[in-house]
């Protein structure tokens, strides 16, 4: 039996399961396991589809959150899947674990916050499950979505010389941010009109992570400037703000890669455009190794980036 | 506030949810909550979704059922969907939220069982979420399917004068059959290529409840003969075999209503093109009130049924 400690984690069980990947049905499957969304072919128009759970005491506590609260970062978090893709959310369906001690009242205003992020987003709730038990809330939200004005941005597009670039403000966001978030669709589908994204990924488990992610499926390494790093007002009073900002995780940003030209098209184009920061936080730089991350320092000195942030399965 | 224990149920919860619909863009959506899936419209070709909770503790015991026999189980279940439309299971995703004292080599049992069913009905999984928590096992299917040779079967279709029929044999699943059941998907194309399928559902909650959903939404009643209802061996050795039969739910067989000489025709055609045992049990006649389940017992006198099975927000 594998050893739990040494071996066990999100990512290599998610490794393991898109190596058990059967291809006999694969030629409506574009993207399947590893990206923000799979990619699937229905007469002939491409869709996508992703799904995430939201486990009380994990990713909410109902002691610091109202159920509306709960409800549209349920949402919001696939709404932000699809943005990362720089696609159209479409469709949702819903699947519910309800604590038996919840009343219809409650029930109902959880719905009430799923329904909002639905309506502000455009994209209607059109079935899920009811379930119950006396267990603690579970909340899985399950989405559609339609290719927008470009192809699906995938983790994988990633070049050498590339530019970095991230949207908003990092760090800090279980203080409150997390709940009520505004998931960059709007802003996504500005960009891949804009210019031509290269790669793209929403930070939900911490930028280092997520970063990592675009390394990987890329086959590249990157180098960040500390200085350029959009650390959150909140994060800037934590004991160690650059660390709050590279690995609280839940930021639901945009980091995404660019041509040096095109970002500083970006750079200076996009404040007229929209009044969400945009800031260019490093490069893509060829891999050398195992590591894939590189940070320089304040003091201008490049050092190994740690990988660090919220992953589940090892916690 | 409301009261829980007057007001609170499943189905008035998806009630509820039905009325909150918002039609902003619902020209894509063909039929939303109320069915067993969805139906959308994608470039033009109509699109099925179903989303399935199963649950630790309600949905399996892990001292009864292996990890292998819980993921074939929960792809089943939504494949049991894809059946009760007459659609064709086209790509899953899943989502799980694992304990935290589960180790590598079990998930990946899970994993397996949910291979297993995938590979058996060519349904890939293209993509999911993996969390975990300190609380019991939480896994999430979400299917879709495409149109089969036919268009997908509602509930709302049921005409005063059908005949109403079964595959399989009802009762006693919780025995073993929920955990390793045959999904109808092959079963439920057959019948819908050999006659005008009218309205069919797969009984997941309990014969009673399914059929009342079905005469439900179609505005109709039912009258079915005790006689006729097909009691699996498992159910019979118990103390009421026959209310075993009608409410104990999770038997995924498929219920349906078709013309009385479409009955008739399967009736004598389908022995010949499958072993699955088919039984007519009943027909569909006008409502005359709420009550729209009547039973004709063993010895000809017709009364009420009680609609009774397992609604999960209500235990």
Known sequence: MTEMT???????????IR?????GDAKDVITGIGDDMAVVLVGGRKLLITTDVL????????????????GYKAMACSLSDCAAMAAIPFVAVVAVALPKTMTMDQAQRLYQGLQQAAGKYNCPIVGG??????????????????VGATEPILRSGAQVGDTILITGELGGSLNGKHLGFSPRVQESRLLAQMVELHAMIDISDGMSIDLNHICCESRVAAEIDARAIPVSQVAQSSADPLTAALSDGEDFELLFCVSPSDAEKLLREWPGRSTVRLSSVGRIIQAKGEQRLFIRQMDGTVEPLEVKGWEHFNE
Request: charged share 35%; net charge negative; no cysteine.
């Open 6 to 16: 040494e071996e066990k984690s999100e990512f290599k069980l998610i490794e393991w």
């Open 19 to 23: 190596q058990q990947r059967q291809d």
């Open 55 to 70: 486990l009380e005491g994990v990713h909410f506590d109902l002691e610091r959150a109202t159920l509306e609260q709960v």
């Open 129 to 146: 499950d009811t379930t119950s038990w006396d267990k603690p809330l579970t909340i899985d939200v399950t989405m559609l979505a339609k």
